[in-house]
């Protein structure tokens, strides 16, 4: 077996279980070459698995079947064939191990529910289990070597199967976080954001230019209109003097007559 570093271990051991689930146990050897490596030649492969190309061929088209492989080929420009090059990917492995989980996870808790509504009869010669509907066809005789059926004790079956929940709901916890780890981080484009960000500067010095413009025509307006008001309070005084003084030249024509 190869050498896994001890922060990879848990990764490894996943990474092996989804294989086992999805080709067998004769295909987890796979993980062991593929571990950690890139594009990786099919005939070594085959080497390390110590097994024909034909047989390394089926097991790796067996695990592609569920898009867990990324391959790449050559092309031999002597002999004309083409060689392929494998790599293991960890973020689908992980994802469909989780998908798994989580279908087995709901099996275990429907049958757990089941346990607690129903009865179940067992023989204890053949240990045949089966369910209230189908002890009564059998009129609660079992079917293989003709025995009375015993009713099963639900307490212990529900606790076995409560535990079982559990564990899966734990396996289903620790790969969500292995997978957390190994997914790409969403890449910031930093050109679009100091484009952005020049765009706001720009934005902003633009509008500070035009509210000191606003401003600057507010203060000249005001200005403007001060003056009018004192040229407008100059003006009034004379108005009102050159009123009196035609008046008082009517009165003296009128004393004269």
Known sequence: MKKIQKNDELLFNLL??????????TAEPLVDVLFNKKNVNEFKIAGELKLTINQTRNIL??????????????KDEKKGWYTYFWTLNFEKSLGLLLKLKEQELATFENILKSRLTKNFYICQNDDIEMSEETAMHHNFFCPECGELLQLVSEEKKTKEFAIKIVDIQKQIEIIRIELEKITPKPIIEVKKVKKKVKKEKQKAKKDEKIEKKVK???????RVKTQVKKAKSKVKPK???KKKMITSSKKTKKKKK
């Open 61 to 74: 088209y067996r695990i592609s079947n569920f898009n867990l492989l990324n391959s790449t080929r050559k």
């Open 16 to 25: 092996k279980e989804t294989i086992r689930k999805v080709a067998g146990k």
């Open 239 to 241: 108005a009102k003097t």
């Open 216 to 222: 600057k025509n507010i203060k000249k307006i005001t």
